[in-house]
């Protein structure tokens, strides 16, 4: 059989057509790859770099609100400490760097007593009402969260019962406050006393913090507890039903 030329003509075509896909379409396709991969990647980094901005963000905002408080707190402390300075009480002090409150020489105790001496009564009685008026203020009802009365001893005598003696010491002021004593009454209304058992909170803490001398690390000091950023205070309400006034609650030390 004979095959006409254009017959001839396209076989001679497909004999010469390549198997393999040619070069430049190959190159094509691994261009099109790259694109796409370099769009994945670009998506990917862009989403890392989106999550580390919001992160950052908050980081820098809660740091915001952090300072924010620290100013606040710094602003109660303040108050307070000016409010001590016009009673006239210049052995009181008040240390805003450290948040605490100590009665100077007047406030040591003599060895192993844990009753306070009159001086220290008096001052407490002088200092108390201008604490329950802190925390009354707007800045105070926000950020004062609690009044920690710590108890300290030197170093004679075992732990547990130097721990003993520091709890003691708290306590008994504690007991001060709450019209416990019957031979001191710090004169406080009622409701007074009530924000006394939501406010203060007795302590012992041995003699954890000891001082130049003997004589000075027997002591009693209050310290300044502040709530945190996400903290929030408790309603009046609720704890004026909690903390019921009981005048004839005695001290049992």
């Known amino acids: 059989m004979r095959l006409s030329g254009t017959d001839t003509d396209s076989l001679r075509e497909e004999g010469e057509r390549p198997f393999w ?6 190159m094509t396709a691994l261009m099109i790859l790259f694109l796409v991969v370099m769009v994945v990647a670009l ?33 109660v402390c303040e108050y307070l400490a000016q409010r001590s300075k016009e009673s006239g ?10 948040n605490r409150i100590n009665f100077g020489e007047a406030g040591r105790y003599d060895t192993d007593q844990y009753r306070p001496s009159e001086f220290t009564s008096e001052m407490l009685a002088d200092l108390v009402p201008l604490i329950l008026d802190t925390a009354e203020t707007p800045m105070g009802k926000r950020w004062l969260k609690q009044v920690i009365i710590e108890g300290f001893t030197d170093t004679d005598g075992s732990y547990l019962y130097n721990l003993n003696l520091s709890l003691r010491r708290s306590e008994y002021l504690m007991c001060l406050l709450l019209g416990g004593v019957p031979e001191f009454n710090v004169a406080l209304t009622p409701f007074q006393r009530v924000q006394v058992k939501r406010l203060f909170l007795a302590g012992g803490v041995a003699f954890n913090d000891m001082k130049d001398t003997k004589d000075e690390s027997r002591r009693v000091e209050l310290k300044l507890v502040f709530y945190g950023v996400d903290e929030r205070p408790e309603d009046a309400a609720s704890y004026m039903g909690k903390f019921q006034d009981d005048p ?3 001290c049992r030390i």
């Open 21 to 26: 896909i040619s070069y430049a379409d190959l």
């Open 43 to 75: 998506s990917a980094i862009v989403k890392k770099t989106e999550d580390i901005l919001e992160k950052s963000s908050e980081v820098d905002e809660r740091v915001e609100l952090e300072d924010q408080r620290v100013a606040a707190t710094e602003d």
């Open 89 to 98: 009480r210049s052995d009181l002090n008040v240390d805003c760097r450290l």
């Open 248 to 250: 004839a609650d005695r």
